[in-house]
């Protein structure tokens, strides 16, 4: 039975490669890929079970969390990681004409900004244009002579457009995670355990407290971000991301033993493992 996998679209998009590679790895049946126009609305597509899973990129290397991804999980709490791939983002200048002429600049938001030093120095005076996606931007710029985008080198392929600068990330090892969501929780073994909480109350200590929680467990943060709750001002949410040791399934129960009687709300993610993708490895 085929499996739908929303993502990031259109077609040629990171997100897209990261879909390949998570499907192959988790061997799903007859994957068919879904793109979706924006972040929130790949996670919705799993909510509303449009879709059997979805692929979504949830931190970068340069540029940190990915809001939109962190602030769907949250508010979709009965979705789980099932596997993430660390995928290398080597960025190319795409577009139909000579670098002499772009004065517009167009891409996903999250990779203008990791391009910033390489456009202030080589396209100062250009408009950086946002856009959904980075193949979306290259379809936008296909036939102008005076825009160009940013996105995968691969995106030179599609006719009407070429490579003009590549790469012009700021930095060379700029990767992004992209983790697989389903809607069931496997309590499968993994290398990273992933969680959010919220503060029954905004009190000196109250975080320390909860971080000592996991502290008390022999546990390494590899991250913890905060997000604002929206409700008001000062409230917020918290990301973590635990390295694993031991087994998964009491991890899970003691977190959550030792947590409840501060946090107004858990949110256990799921343990899964965590796969580094050389460029390339695995093709569309």
Not at 17 to 33: D, I, N, R, T, Y
Request: aromatic letters at 6%.
């Amino acid at each position: 039975m085929p499996t739908q996998v929303a993502y990031l679209g259109p077609k040629g998009t990171y997100a897209e490669q990261a879909a390949c590679a998570l499907a192959k790895l988790e061997s799903l049946s007859q994957p068919v890929f879904v793109p979706c126009t924006g972040l929130k609305s790949v996670v919705e597509h799993l909510a509303n079970k449009d879709c059997e899973a979805a692929v979504v990129p949830i931190e970068n290397s340069v540029e940190g969390g990915v809001t939109t991804t962190l602030d769907s999980l949250w508010a979709y709490p009965g979705l789980f990681i099932k596997r993430a791939v660390v995928l290398p983002i080597r960025h190319a200048l795409i577009g139909s004409g000579s670098i002499n002429d772009i004065s517009e600049v167009l891409s996903h938001p999250q990779a203008l900004a990791q391009c910033t030093e390489w456009l202030n120095q080589n396209l100062p005076n250009a408009l950086q244009l946002p856009t959904n996606s980075t193949s979306e931007a290259v379809r936008m710029v296909k036939g102008s002579k005076f825009r160009a985008a940013i996105a995968s080198k691969s995106s030179a392929e599609i006719k009407g457009v070429k490579q003009i600068a590549y790469p012009i990330n700021d930095v060379i090892g700029n990767c992004t995670r992209f983790v697989l969501l389903t809607d069931r929780e496997d309590n499968q073994e993994g290398d990273l355990a992933s969680f959010a909480f919220s503060l029954h109350a905004n009190t000196p200590g109250a975080l320390l407290k909860a971080l000592q929680c996991i502290a008390k467990l022999g546990l390494n943060m590899s991250r913890i971000e905060s997000r604002p709750s929206k409700r008001e001002l000062g409230e917020y949410i918290f990301f973590v991301d635990i390295e694993l040791n031991v087994d998964s399934n009491s991890i899970q129960h003691n977190l959550k033993e030792l947590l409840e009687p501060l946090c107004e709300n858990i949110v256990y993610f799921g343990s899964y493992k965590n796969n580094q993708v050389k460029e390339g490895e695995f093709n569309l």
